[in-house]
């Protein structure tokens, strides 16, 4: 088992570009969450979807769009990149009915 | 949305020592997680609690549900340099989706050897 993996591990992008973030996972987990962390902020929810077929919204979802492609797949897009995007992007899922949470090692993009 | 103070922010401790750090909030919960988390890597969980007054231990570590539902301790005893990490508290109030947390700002610990 690979547990949650992501692609790519650092990225760079210069403000206005555009990217997708790659998260999947083999555990046959239902739930699948976006988080960026910022120094000195914890986790911040950007989306989540609770089940294959649905997305919605977490605290910070403005700038960012999702894709919840099957149940293993869960996509983070920016359209057009911004400086206060930089941030280290973690994925993380859940089994259903459960709190635990299991995160992938996270993406860490900077747009200059 | 609901609040999470985890406190204290950054400790700097030497080998050996206890460490102490709590996470409070102004209304209930029905859980709390504590994570760790090590450098360049993503949290990873340590320990759960689900019932008030529960206290359950992971080797060296130590965590407490409070009895008011509104707080949670985690202890580390006789630190080590392996310790070293972020910690978060992440909690679910009545009613949440249940894989939808609120997370603590973190506690940076730092161990001297």
């Known amino acids: 088992n690979a547990g949650v993996t992501q692609t790519p591990k650092f990225q760079v992008l210069k403000t206005g570009q555009s990217m997708t973030l790659q998260c999947a996972q083999d555990?046959?987990?239902?739930?699948m969450y976006w988080y960026r962390q910022d120094p000195g902020m914890g986790l911040r929810l950007i989306y989540y979807s609770a089940s294959e077929g649905t997305t919605d919204k977490g605290e910070v979802p403005n700038g960012y769009n999702v894709s919840r492609l099957n149940k293993r797949e869960f996509s983070l897009r920016l359209e057009s990149a911004a400086p206060s995007q930089t941030s280290v992007y973690f994925c993380a899922s859940v089994l259903t009915g459960r709190y635990e949470q299991y995160f992938g090692p996270g993406t860490r993009l900077t747009v200059t | 949305g609901q609040q999470l103070n985890q406190s204290p922010q950054s400790m700097f401790i030497q080998e050996g020592e206890d460490v102490s750090m709590n996470c409070t909030s102004s209304s209930i919960f029905n859980t709390w997680l504590w994570y760790k988390q090590d450098p360049g890597e993503g949290p990873v969980l340590l320990i759960a609690l689900y019932k008030a007054g529960e206290l359950t231990s992971n080797g060296r570590l130590t965590a407490q549900f409070g009895i008011t539902r509104k707080d949670s301790f985690l202890n580390i005893s006789a630190s080590i340099p392996s310790d070293v990490g972020i910690y978060f508290c992440?909690?679910?109030?009545?009613?949440?989706?249940?894989?939808?947390?609120?997370f603590g700002d973190g506690t940076t610990l730092t161990v001297k050897p």
């Open positions: 555990m046959n987990h239902n739930s």
């Open positions: 992440a909690g679910h109030p009545p009613g949440t989706n249940a894989g939808k947390s609120t």
